[in-house]
T-cell receptor, first 116, second 113 residues
């Protein structure tokens, strides 16, 4: 079974609107971290936001927030006030503290297109 | 500004050639990784290294080897390049902590003809 599932291959959003990118994960490790990365067409992966499994509050970084629902094993990325520069591929990743030797597992990605 | 630098942005090689992809980081990170990225398949881990001269196989190590002689440098080697190794290759480094993000290089788009 896939450890990280991103069910939306492509998403469209109007400029200045909010958008939610879905991510569900599968782990039996009690301690893990969830990460979101952005990959523009230039190719470089850019870290956006981190959520630890023991964090009580949802992580926020500027216009990015992570809607963490631990019981449902979901870690959706919310981008508020979308900008044209947000058009990119977005990857959800998980790092388990004990299993999988601490390596990160990535989802297949979601391509976001922001319309003017 | 922290940096992970991959030696080439674009590379074209012939089938059967030995190919070296180099990656250097300036952050004194313990962990380094090589990923392969193909459309619809996300990032797949080829190899990673958690210390100098230490390496572990990732999910798709077949046809690849790695070398880490110095902490800052992690090399990916295609012993005999094949057309199915045409792909985007991404190098990353990270501190050995569970809550830290990975820093990625700009990627190398390798075409094997």
């Amino acid at each position: 079974a896939q450890k990280i599932t991103q069910t939306q291959p492509g998403m469209f959003v109007q400029e200045k609107e909010a958008v939610t990118l879905d991510c569900t994960y599968d782990t039996s490790d009690p301690s893990y971290g969830l990460f979101w990365y952005k990959q523009p067409s230039s190719g470089e992966m850019i870290f956006l936001i981190y959520q630890g499994s023991y964090d009580q509050q949802n992580a926020t970084e500027g216009r990015y927030s992570l809607n963490f629902q631990k019981a449902r094993k979901s870690a959706n990325l919310v981008i508020s006030a979308s900008q044209l520069g947000d058009s990119a591929m977005y990857f959800c990743a998980m790092r388990e503290a004990y299993t999988n030797a601490g390596k990160s597992t990535f989802g297949d990605g979601t391509t976001l297109t922001v319309k003017p | 500004d922290v940096k992970v630098t991959q030696s080439s942005r674009y590379l074209v090689k012939r089938t059967g050639e030995k190919v070296f992809l180099e990656c250097v980081q300036d952050m004194d990170h313990e962990n380094m990784f090589w990923y392969r990225q193909d459309p619809g398949l996300g990032l797949r881990l080829i190899y990673f290294s958690y210390d100098v001269k230490m390496k572990e196989k990732g999910d798709i190590p077949e046809g690849y080897s790695v070398s880490r002689e110095k902490k800052e440098r992690f090399s990916l080697i295609l012993e005999s390049a094949s057309t199915n190794q045409t792909s985007m290759y991404l190098c990353a480094s990270r501190e050995d902590r569970a809550d830290t993000e990975a820093f990625f290089g700009q990627g190398t788009r390798l075409t094997v003809v």
